[in-house]
């Protein structure tokens, strides 16, 4: 009964208005003051409480509950629901209603004095930025009989130009970085920086640069600072001096603090679970890499381990294999040149079904009416997808299975034999974990602190796998390949992080790990260095910090009836200067502690000002360290909506529209500009002219 209660409410309301017998509507409006509400980083609302406001009260009235509003306009307005139920009782007869003689005309005056300019521009705004509707939206006769519609005298106020509306994007551009300037550099921590190139669909490389803080109030920030294009070359040169321009605010020294993102740490190491055939092969697309750091490291490390493969695979091709090796291979099945899943024959039929699929309307359409899941499509470079695949599959085994019967024909290749669905079971077993790993490392308060933790989570996976599949009698020579494959990768770069003792200092600083994680989990041996590295950090930037006391936030004390001589005389013999006590302020106290249990982020709990209190130095080193984000995921959010801005019926966007509009469009998400209809300052909603007081050149063509 609990449970329907939400739904028997709105009906009792329903009912109760339903039995008038006057027009509740006509005496009252429904408003939602919660709609569309929200904190930073939270989901918004739908709408809310809800409250019903007079319609004839010349102050405000409004409540929250029908039967008080029925009640309200009783009392108050007995006189009009008289005159509305008699209107309502002569509306049988065959004379018109006294309403139809009552015709109220506000004058056009009365009508633009109540139309609010300053909030219609900027939901044009949000809806051109952050709901990346087309510039050319503005200019349908649809929005504006829209907006007609709800006040027919404001014609000549709405925006019904594109070159207008990027006018009003590109004064704000300049207004609200300016104020993220101030921002950023009133934060309490260190700016972490995050960048990546992409290429937009109207082919330019664009370079992502976001940034993440801790603000004035201990809040974790995220911003898109720039999207500039980066022409000609990608170099790491020609990037950082792209970085360098956008970041003319910051002083940011790299070094030490090259962080790798996690998730292009898992998608490599599955690339080579998936792909590679040897470690040889798998050290040249490495070093390729991480020698050029200027590209996509995910692209191309596909791209030079295929092309890897493919050189040792010449002399195969040539017909230089040995006739030994040849013989063995197809007495047991197994290549033992192996390479990748071209050589798994389940992989290889769930390929060609997905591109047969692909290949005919006709094919989808007896697909999805056999099936009704659509199978999607492998990629080279992204491992996830051929988990999707997979799991699309294991999903519906048996209308697959089904379905394969009855195209045989079509499909005798392409048929799944029971050893393949066993193999495709095997392998959606091992990648679960990684793709749990990806979406953990993905959220808004990831932090730095758990990419050793997940890397270990990850070693230990493939190291369990291995095991698992050396058993006499679950012996899989294929799955042990795939695996040492993928954890070479993995150890590669877990040992790359000993050259960055932020990674372990994350660990030591979080509250719920500290130094008994690492001496449960770690060998023995690699203790002293994540400590050494941890202390050197610790040492050399924040133990000789001054100490700046922040004002107590306390309750304000109770006022006393009388301030009595004696409370006089307490105040003259109390101390004046207290001492902080800065015994557990230090690193190795803090880390040789147990470790707590904790209800939030490790970057929240030290923001809190007790452990500020506790912690004057320690947490500012904590909050340095833990606000950094274990992947680019920003960049790549930034991309995600570029791409949807960018549009095949937008091209010709020019790249620095593209940008201020994505900025804008972030800043408003991350509530960095607050809507003047929230609170805020607002948009600038009048702009004439550029920064240097000529016209300003918008360069916009869509649709």
């Given at each position: 009964m609990a449970s329907s209660s939400p739904?028997?409410?709105?009906?009792?309301?329903?009912?109760?208005?339903?039995?008038?017998?006057?027009?509740?509507?006509?005496?009252?409006?429904?408003?939602?003051?919660?709609?569309?509400?929200?904190?930073?980083?939270?989901?918004?609302?739908?709408?809310?409480?809800?409250?019903?406001?007079?319609?004839?009260?010349?102050?405000?009235?409004?409540?929250?509950?029908?039967?008080?509003?029925?009640?309200?306009?009783?009392?108050?307005?007995?006189?009009?629901?008289?005159?509305?139920?008699?209107?309502?009782?002569?509306?049988?007869?065959?004379?018109?209603?006294?309403?139809?003689?009552?015709?109220?005309?506000?004058?056009?005056?009365?009508?633009?004095?109540?139309?609010?300019?300053?909030?219609?521009?900027?939901?044009?705004?949000?809806?051109?930025?952050?709901?990346?509707?087309?510039?050319?939206?503005?200019?349908?006769d649809e929005m504006k009989s829209l907006a007609l519609a709800c006040n027919p005298a404001i014609e000549d106020c709405l925006i019904t130009s594109r070159d207008q509306a990027m006018k009003i994007i590109n004064a704000n551009y300049g207004l609200y970085a300016s104020q993220l300037r101030d921002l950023i550099q009133g934060s309490q921590s260190m700016i972490h920086i995050s960048t990546d190139l992409w290429t937009s669909p109207h082919r330019h490389a664009m370079l992502a640069v976001c940034a993440q803080w801790v603000d004035y109030n201990y809040a974790l920030r995220k911003a898109l600072l720039g999207l500039p294009e980066c022409p000609f070359s990608h170099s790491g040169e020609a990037q950082a001096a792209l970085i360098v321009e956008v970041l003319q605010w910051i002083d940011f020294?790299?070094?030490?603090?090259?962080?790798?993102?996690?998730?292009?740490?898992?998608?490599?190491?599955?690339?080579?679970?998936?792909?590679?055939?040897?470690?040889?092969?798998?050290?040249?697309?490495?070093?390729?890499?991480?020698?050029?750091?200027?590209?996509?490291?995910?692209?191309?490390?596909?791209?030079?381990?295929?092309?890897?493969?493919?050189?040792?695979?010449?002399?195969?091709?040539?017909?230089?294999?040995?006739?030994?090796?040849?013989?063995?291979?197809?007495?047991?099945?197994?290549?033992?040149?192996?390479?990748g899943w071209q050589g798994i024959p389940a992989l290889q039929k769930l390929h060609n079904l997905a591109v047969w699929l692909r290949s005919s309307s006709l094919h989808s359409d007896s697909w999805r009416d056999a099936v009704g899941l659509s199978l999607g499509i492998d990629n080279a470079t992204r491992?996830?997808?051929?988990?999707?695949?997979?799991?699309?599959?294991?999903?519906?085994?048996?209308?697959?299975?089904?379905?394969?019967?009855?195209?045989?024909?079509?499909?005798?290749?392409?048929?799944?034999?029971?050893?393949?669905?066993?193999?495709?079971?095997?392998?959606?077993?091992?990648?679960?974990?990684?793709?749990?790993?990806?979406?953990?490392?993905?959220?808004?308060?990831?932090?730095?602190?758990?990419?050793?933790?997940?890397?270990?989570?990850?070693?230990?996976?493939?190291?369990?796998?291995?095991?698992?599949?050396?058993?006499?009698?679950?012996m899989d020579t294929r799955m042990l390949h795939a695996i040492e494959m993928g954890w070479f990768v993995l150890d590669k770069y877990y040992t790359m992080t000993e050259d960055v003792p932020v990674y372990a200092a994350a660990l030591l600083l979080d509250p719920s790990k500290r130094l008994a994680y690492i001496q449960q989990n770690w060998p023995r041996d690699w203790h002293e260095a994540a400590i050494a590295g941890a202390r050197d950090i610790w040492m050399t930037e924040y133990q000789g910090l001054a100490i700046s006391k922040e004002p107590e936030r306390r309750p304000a004390p109770l006022p006393s009836k009388k301030d009595g001589q004696l409370s006089f005389l307490f105040r003259s013999i109390e101390v004046k200067q207290k001492a902080i006590s800065t015994d557990s302020d230090n690193l190795d106290s803090f880390i040789n502690a147990l470790p707590l249990e904790i209800d939030c982020t490790p970057l929240e709990w030290w923001s809190r000002l007790e452990q500020r209190a506790q912690y004057p130095r320690l947490s500012r080193m904590a909050i340095d360290i833990l606000s950094i984000p274990s992947e680019s995921a920003e960049p790549e959010r930034a991309f995600s909506g570029a791409r949807r801005t960018a549009s095949w019926d937008r091209l010709r966007i020019t790249c620095k529209n593209l940008e201020k509009v994505e900025c804008i469009g972030n800043w408003l998400r991350e509530g960095l500009i607050v809507p003047s209809g929230e609170g805020g300052l607002g948009l600038v909603c009048n702009p004439l002219t550029g920064d240097d007081g000529a016209p300003m050149d918008v360069g916009l063509q869509d649709d």
């Open positions: 739904i028997s409410s709105t009906s009792a309301q329903l009912t109760a208005i339903e039995r008038l017998g006057w027009d509740f509507h006509s005496f009252f409006r429904v408003e939602y003051p919660e709609k569309n509400k929200t904190q930073i980083g939270r989901v918004r609302k739908s709408y809310g409480r809800r409250e019903y406001v007079c319609l004839h009260c010349s102050t405000r009235w409004s409540n929250g509950y029908t039967s008080n509003a029925i009640t309200h306009a009783q009392n108050r307005h007995r006189q009009l629901i008289q005159a509305s139920e008699t209107s309502q009782n002569s509306q049988q007869s065959t004379q018109p209603s006294i309403d139809s003689y009552i015709t109220f005309q506000p004058s056009d005056s009365a009508l633009r004095n109540v139309f609010n300019a300053q909030r219609y521009i900027e939901a044009i705004v949000g809806l051109l930025t952050r709901r990346r509707v087309p510039f050319s939206s503005v200019t349908w020294n790299p070094k030490k603090r090259r962080i790798r993102c996690i998730g292009h740490i898992i998608n490599l190491s599955l690339q080579s679970f998936l792909l590679a055939r040897s470690k040889e092969a798998l050290t040249a697309a490495l070093n390729a890499t991480i020698s050029d750091e200027s590209v996509d490291m995910v692209d191309h490390f596909a791209a030079t381990l295929a092309e890897t493969i493919s050189q040792q695979e010449e002399p195969v091709l040539q017909g230089k294999r040995p006739k030994s090796t040849a013989k063995a291979s197809q007495k047991t099945g197994i290549d033992e040149d192996y390479t491992w996830s997808s051929w988990y999707k695949v997979i799991d699309n599959a294991i999903r519906k085994k048996v209308q697959i299975n089904q379905f394969l019967l009855e195209h045989d024909r079509e499909l005798e290749d392409t048929v799944l034999s029971g050893s393949d669905w066993d193999l495709l079971a095997k392998t959606h077993a091992f990648l679960e974990p990684f793709a749990s790993a990806t979406l953990y490392a993905e959220g808004k308060c990831s932090s730095v602190s758990q990419s050793l933790f997940l890397m270990d989570a990850l070693l230990f996976h493939y190291e369990s796998a291995k095991v698992q599949h050396s058993q006499p009698g679950s």
